[in-house]
């Protein structure tokens, strides 16, 4: 068997967010108005930091959708991390005009500048749209 760089990169990927994945099935909470451990939802029914700082949640949302297409493709587990909304539900609120400009947080307003969008917050929600084929 021919092992490449890239071929060893991507199993290590793989395996490292199944694992993540994996713990945060056996100790999932879901919360109302930020309680909970060790993922938190505000009244949006987003991912959240503790204290209901939406500062990361592009980033939080594409690392979800993005790991739980690794589970269901990977690991043939559809229903790992369920939730209330779908991913459709999800860019509707992190893009409430439909425009393409998407926020971190619906709090956020949407400026000419970077839209309340970093690099850092935009590259997991690219990911995961690329997997779930949406643009």
């Known amino acids: 068997m021919n ?10 990927f793989i395996g490292a967010a199944a694992s993540l994945l994996s713990n945060l099935c ?10 909970g451990s060790p993922i938190y939802f505000d009244d949006y029914k987003l991912i959240v ?26 690991f043939d587990e559809p229903n ?10 999800i860019l509707e609120r992190l893009d409430p005009v439909n425009d393409g400009k998407f926020r971190r947080h619906p709090k956020y307003p949407a400026d000419d500048k970077d839209w309340g969008l970093s690099r850092d917050q935009m590259t997991p929600l690219i ?7 949406k643009s």
Do not use: K
């Open 3 to 12: 092992l490449t760089r890239r071929a060893l990169l991507r199993g290590a």
């Open 26 to 35: 056996r100790s999932l909470a879901f919360a109302s108005n930020c309680t």
């Open 49 to 74: 930091h503790r204290g209901c700082d939406g500062g990361d949640t592009a980033q939080r949302e594409g690392w979800y959708w993005f790991g739980r297409w690794i589970m269901q493709l990977i």
């Open 80 to 89: 790992v991390l369920p939730r209330d909304l779908n991913f459709d539900q």
């Open 127 to 133: 990911a995961a749209m690329g997997v779930w084929g």
